[in-house]
């Protein structure tokens, strides 16, 4: 139905940047809702940023200022830009999208396979 696979984790330096990206693909579905969660070893994952279908965004307080969620409908991809990183944005980051799939019909959640994000010097 839908793969979603992210790209772009890493190690970075404090007050580093990275750019996630996370391409959905698949067949005979729209995407509502798409976003970024983390999870940090010994913490339950949590909601980062999330997009609706119209580009209307939510950021946790924690990252407010610093990450970006956007997304491009044609290429069927979600962006998070992260600047001014910190030690404590180190978690592995998933993609989660919310689609509607057309042979059910109805709406599924979707999750990636994670990519590391590592913020240390």
């Known amino acids: 139905q839908v793969q979603l696979v992210e790209s772009g984790g890493g190690l970075v330096q404090p007050g580093g940047s990275l750019r996630l990206s996370c391409a959905a693909s698949?067949?005979?579905?729209?995407?509502?809702?798409a976003g970024w969660y983390r999870q940090a070893p010994g913490n339950q994952r949590e909601l980062v940023a999330d997009i609706d279908s119209g580009g209307r965004t939510n950021v946790v307080d924690s990252v407010k200022g610093r990450f970006t969620i956007s997304r491009d409908n044609v290429k069927n991809t979600v962006y998070l830009q992260m600047n001014s990183l910190k030690p404590e944005d180190t978690a592995v980051y998933y993609c989660?999208?919310?689609?509607?799939?057309?042979?059910?019909?109805?709406?599924?959640?979707?999750w990636g396979q994670g990519t590391q994000v590592t913020v240390s010097s």
């Open positions: 698949g067949s005979g579905f729209t995407i509502n809702t």
């Open positions: 989660n999208a919310v689609a509607y799939v057309w042979s059910l019909p109805t709406y599924r959640t979707f």
